[in-house]
């Protein structure tokens, strides 16, 4: 039988003697899927449809002994790998072209335990599917906007979301991590163990190995406020002014976030996202000059469980529509910015796409800068643009309307950008990575690099290169 060629590291291809990959095929408890197999398409699909990657092969790891199996396989033939843990972040790094996926995306298990208050998962689980477990005891931790984003590089990369102002970003809620790295060995990474690794883990994303297991703290949540408000775009400037005084002195049980939407009616409007995470009676007098301010042309708040919160802004990110995503550190809410952000997103050439700006307060605030790789704790506003469509064709039109408007907010721009919302590195630039993290934790993240992963197998992230490569 004729041998396999695959994509290697730095751009090589290599030959693989088929009895090779058929024992690497019958030692997963897993799948192994090559090109033409049954569930091949299915399984390489990711979040955004503009990448069209094609592994070679894709391992459906079952567990841990399937991602330490894959690891030794592909470092020992030199293979190109890429991690797959919800698939959804925007560069489409979870999936790989022509080298050796490794799809986590079957690690489902979650334990949760109402007596610590704190839970167990597994790479594959949702947010929405970890929140579903954990609430089914009155408890959550911070996790993402919607619910269908994975918790694995959410964490890894610092994580936002709805509780933050509370309990902090995701990976200020990680107590341990088991991690696979690429000499195939298991680590746990925690305060007590590895605890250079955990600090690198909590904000570095998937530069240091395959994370296999996350341990969080949990927090009683819900029931809440969530809900919506609506305003004419022509007058975002003056409900930004307010919404800006209004958040800088509201409890922080209170997380919200502006978008610049297309409303279903075809309008394009600014939201007031709200998720009051405290009790219900409480949080109406904290809310009524929110909902009163303008006033909205609609509003939607009510009270709700987590989860329903969780899921409110699901219907606008499905999977499989176009995705071109930038992103930066605001260093104010000027009213030139909004009214620049007022006049593209007018512009803005498909409906799907939109503006957010999310605001970091509290709990966020209150994490010591040096504890985590994350660095952008002091940082008030983040802006992302998300250019988002349905027709491959109007690819063009869509990247160069977010580009405009990116290049329209640099002189707003703090510099500093969220790893997370970082797209694929041949359109940033290998360098653009360092502004996620400054110079001296970029520093510190490369000697860790350098002690975990010094061949850069684990290179299809935001990578951070160790020395040797
Ligand atoms: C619709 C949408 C909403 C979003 N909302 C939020 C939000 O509210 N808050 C927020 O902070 N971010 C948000 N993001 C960004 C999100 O954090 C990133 O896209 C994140 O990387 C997604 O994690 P994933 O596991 O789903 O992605 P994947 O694409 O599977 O992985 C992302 C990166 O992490 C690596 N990785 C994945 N799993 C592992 C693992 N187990 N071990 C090591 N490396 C791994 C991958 O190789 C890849 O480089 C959103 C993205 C989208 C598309």
Redesign the pocket.
């Known amino acids: 039988m004729a041998n396999i060629e695959i994509a290697g590291t730095s751009g090589r291809h290599v030959l693989l003697d088929t009895d090779a990959v058929e024992q690497f095929r019958t030692g997963l408890r897993g799948r192994h899927l090559l090109r033409g197999d049954d569930g091949y398409d299915a399984a390489r699909e990711?979040?955004n449809a503009m990448i069209d990657h094609r592994p070679v092969i894709i391992a459906r790891c079952a567990g841990v002994a399937d991602v330490i199996a894959a690891v030794n396989f592909a470092r020992s033939n030199d293979l190109l790998v890429?991690?797959?843990?919800?698939?959804?972040?925007?560069s489409g790094?979870?999936a790989c072209d022509g080298g050796l996926m490794i799809d986590?995306s079957l690690m489902k298990g979650t334990r949760v335990d109402p007596e610590s208050k704190t839970a167990r998962a597994e790479?594959g689980v949702t947010w929405g599917e970890f929140d579903h477990e954990t609430q089914a005891f009155g408890l959550a931790t911070t996790g993402?906007?919607?619910s269908t984003?994975?918790i694995?590089?959410?964490t890894?990369?610092?994580?936002?979301?709805w509780l933050m102002d509370k309990h902090g970003l995701a990976c200020d809620n990680l107590i341990s991590v088991d991690l696979v790295t690429a000499d195939g060995r298991m680590l746990t990474a925690s305060d007590s163990r590895n605890n250079d690794l955990f600090w690198g883990l909590r904000g570095g994303?998937?530069n240091f190995?395959?994370?296999t297991s996350f341990e969080f703290q949990l927090h009683p949540v819900g029931p809440m406020l969530g809900g919506i408000l609506i305003h004419r775009l022509d007058k975002a400037a003056e409900v930004i002014r307010f919404y800006d005084e209004f958040t800088r002195t509201s409890p922080d049980e209170l997380g919200t976030f502006v978008a610049f939407v297309t409303s279903p009616e075809g309008e394009r409007v600014m939201a007031i996202f709200v998720c009051y995470n405290g009790a219900v009676d409480k949080g109406e007098p904290i809310l009524k000059p929110l909902r009163e301010f303008g006033p909205p042309i609609a509003e939607t708040i009510g009270p709700m469980p987590y989860v329903q919160v969780q899921r409110m802004m699901d219907g606008a990110?499905p999977a499989g529509r176009q995705n071109y995503w930038k992103s930066n550190f605001l260093r104010a809410l000027d009213p030139q910015a909004i009214d620049s952000i007022v006049h593209h997103i007018a512009k803005a050439p498909s409906p799907y796409s939109a503006v957010a700006i999310e605001q970091f307060s509290g709990a966020v605030n209150r994490v010591g800068i040096d504890d985590t790789a994350f660095n952008h704790r002091n940082a008030r506003y983040n802006l992302l643009i998300m250019g988002i469509w349905l027709d491959p064709a109007a690819r063009a039109d869509n990247v160069k309307w977010v580009r405009d408007l990116w290049g329209a907010m640099e002189p707003y721009s703090s510099g500093g950008v969220y790893v997370?919302?970082l797209g694929e590195e041949a359109d940033e630039g290998a360098e653009r990575v360092k502004s996620a993290y400054g110079s001296e934790k970029y520093a510190r993240l490369v000697a860790l690099k350098q002690k975990y992963d010094p061949t850069n197998l684990f290179r299809?992230?935001q990578n951070i290169k160790p020395f040797a490569t």
């Not at 890429?82 to 925007?90: I, P, Q, T």
């Not at 890894?156 to 979301?161: I, P």
């Open positions: 990711i979040y890429s991690v797959r843990g919800g698939g959804h972040n925007v790094n979870a986590l790479p993402g906007l919607v984003t994975g694995a590089g959410l890894l990369g610092g994580g936002l979301g994303g998937g190995g395959i994370a990110f997370n919302y299809l992230n």
